[in-house]
């Protein structure tokens, strides 16, 4: 009741709850009440599936969940158990032209690597239509359905060897909203190895713009290879510039950059 936690209490809670000095008593509880119930989830958790050595991923595919962890006996060092089922995705980019049972659409590769493998509900999945009718109609709809939404928590993004993030490609100006994007020689070259040919990648996309990038609350970038590297070195040392378009990420406040040199 004094506002210090004792070492008990402490220990109870997750890694990732970074606000315990700023919480209240009452916000402390809820937290601890939370970890006692996601013990009982992590012993229901039946694992299937493994990926990783020192920190493992260990998926319950029936329950579609999951825990990131590098204890030997998880039971006991009780980590979180992901659950995605009241989470909403909005995906940066579609290929014009594609339909989402195309193997190289990017709705086809979410469903495939992701949301066939967790408890997400589909109808609160989305990726730009890349057969629209109306592809600017689309787009409008795009940017207001992620208003309604209140914008995005978490954006997720990779970088292009040109500087460009989802399919906002090098130019004179940060296009702002979600819009069809004349794809570099570039790109459509860097794309080619998802198809037969570079013939038959294509030439255009619907791409999320600039401000629903940058009003996310969280921005987490992810990139490898000596490639990547170079880039992302004149993005961030470099001038703020739409000819390396990732050069506005300076600006948001919350950003974080994971890089592999692999």
Known sequence: EDG?????????????????R?????????????REE???AVAALHVTRSYGEDMKVLIDED??????????????????????????????????GLTGDHPQSYRYFMQE???DHINIDPSRTFVPCGTAADPAAECAEYDARIKRFGGIDLQLLGIGLDGHIGFNEPGDCFITATHVADLHESTIRANSRFFESEAEVPKQAISMGMVSIMQARKILLIANG?????????????PI????????????????VIFSEE
């Open 4 to 20: 210090n936690l004792c070492k008990n209490c402490s220990a109870k809670l997750s890694p990732w709850f970074s606000d315990r």
């Open 63 to 96: 329950a579609g969940k999951f825990i990131v962890t590098r204890a030997r006996n998880y039971t006991d060092a009780n980590p979180d158990v992901i659950d995605f089922s009241q989470v909403t995705t909005v995906n940066l980019d579609e290929y014009v």
């Open 241 to 256: 510039t739409p000819a390396l378009p990732a050069s506005i990420l300076q600006l948001h406040p919350d950003l974080t």
């Open 22 to 34: 700023s919480s209240t008593v009452e916000e402390i509880r809820e937290q601890l009440a939370y």
């Open 38 to 40: 996601n013990r009982n």
């Open 226 to 238: 000596p490639a990547k590297k170079e880039v992302l070195l004149r993005a961030f040392n470099g």
């Open 113 to 115: 690597n992701f949301f």
